[in-house]
């Protein structure tokens, strides 16, 4: 059965915890041949890394190119005696499907596949452009042999997304209610603040860091980076330790170390905010302190598909199905939305997130059917 509840039911069978595909894919690829799609599975791997099966399918070769995008991974079930319905059964009862993955994200992947085949059924097998589907095994753990690699391996072979839709549990109370269009960056960071070691009863021969971290935590705390931006809230900086590592009471330490972690919105990006938050602290150290941020690698960078022709169909499809107008949203954590935005612009809607990652996951059998239409809706209105 090709409707979206099955396809759900299918998936969450396979008991795809990270790195395991446990035949999702398989499911997936099926169906897909079977209605025409040129169906690619690449696996990628790195030293340390458990080896991830992807999945690439396209159908037309001409533009607009439209993506759906998803994850068939899974978190572990937790404790499974504690779940009402089998953790990995796909259960329906009382109007709800039960299982890890049903709403993040398998059952997105269901409801825009089961769209999909309707649409290709109703216009004679073809699209009036490209459709294609983007699926990792590699979202929920470490995501470094998954989506940000098959993006790569799409672009080596000439292919160009013009936008996609990614199917993250993006509604937070009901269907309807929110379309993820940006996530803030994220930068991490230490401060390291050089002293002179000593003993206590002889503080002139000495330098004491401790006072001086702590001065420069507030100073670099207190300022705010910025009031926010259009789509954005403020950008913000917080220190999560201080760490000096002393066991002697009767030592001044000769040195201090305090973490911190920005979560920064579109007036910045890593490199400026990075020279911000130095010059801050050159400014707050004058020419007595000693000290320096060691920045850490980070690929989560700030990202946000500006409202306009791509969003509106969203919304339009949304508020057709739900009677709700969405909110465009750049709340919450990260996603792997984060590289797709590198390509070409890209939006999340999916399921209720509710339940996601909590004993009884589960979805409303009538929120697929909804999720599906809503997909339709957007393929109908991208195409016309
Ligand atoms: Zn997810």
């Keep these: 059965m090709n409707d979206a509840v099955s396809i759900t039911r299918d998936l969450v069978r396979c008991p795809s915890v990270t790195p395991a595909d446990a035949g999702a894919l398989g499911v997936l690829e099926n169906l897909l041949k079977a209605a025409g799609f040129e169906v690619h599975r690449v696996t990628f791997g790195e030293p340390g890394t458990a080896d991830i099966d992807n999945l690439y399918a396209r159908i037309g070769d001409s533009a607009p190119h439209i993506s759906f995008a998803g994850h068939t991974d899974v978190v572990p079930a937790g404790d499974e005696a504690a779940w009402s319905h089998g953790a990995f059964s796909g259960e329906v009862r009382d109007g709800f499907l039960y299982g890890r993955g049903a709403v993040d994200m398998k059952g997105g992947i269901a409801c825009s596949l089961a769209a999909v085949l309707q649409y290709l059924a109703d216009h004679g097998g073809k699209p009036k452009g490209s459709i294609s589907f983007l699926i990792t095994g590699d979202e929920e753990d470490i995501s470094v042999n998954g989506t940000i690699k098959l993006l790569q391996w799409v672009a080596a072979r000439g292919e160009k997304l013009d936008h996609c839709v990614l199917g993250e549990p993006s509604n937070v109370e009901v269907l309807g209610d929110c379309i993820k269009v940006g996530r803030r960056g994220s930068q991490s960071g230490t401060l390291v603040v050089d002293g002179v070691q000593g003993h206590v009863a002889y503080p002139h021969r000495a330098a004491n860091p401790v006072p001086d971290i702590s001065r420069l935590i507030v100073a670099l705390s207190e300022e705010p980076l910025d009031h926010g931006s259009a789509q954005f809230q403020a950008s913000n900086l917080e220190f999560t330790s201080v760490d000096v590592g002393n066991t002697a009471s009767n030592v001044i330490p000769a040195q201090a170390r305090a973490k911190f972690n920005i979560r920064f919105n579109d007036n910045h990006n890593h490199e400026t905010l990075r020279a911000l938050v130095d010059e801050r602290l050159a400014k707050a150290c004058g020419n007595r302190i000693r000290a ?93």
């Excluded at 500006?306 to 909110?327: M, N, Q, Y």
């Excluded at 890209?346 to 409303?364: C, K, N, P, S």
Aim: glycine content about 8%.
């Design 292 to 384: 320096r941020i060691e920045w850490q690698p980070s690929n989560s960078n700030v990202f946000v598909t500006k409202p306009g022709a791509f969003t509106d169909l969203a919304v339009s499809a949304i508020e057709e199905v739900t009677g709700r107008k969405p909110e465009l949203s750049t709340s919450g954590g990260t996603s792997d939305a984060r590289f797709i935005s590198s390509y070409c612009p890209v939006i999340e809607f999916g399921l209720v997130g509710q339940t996601m990652h909590q004993v009884d996951e589960r979805t409303a059998v009538s929120d697929l059917e909804k999720l599906t239409k809503i997909y339709r809706g957007v393929l109908d209105r991208y195409f016309a």
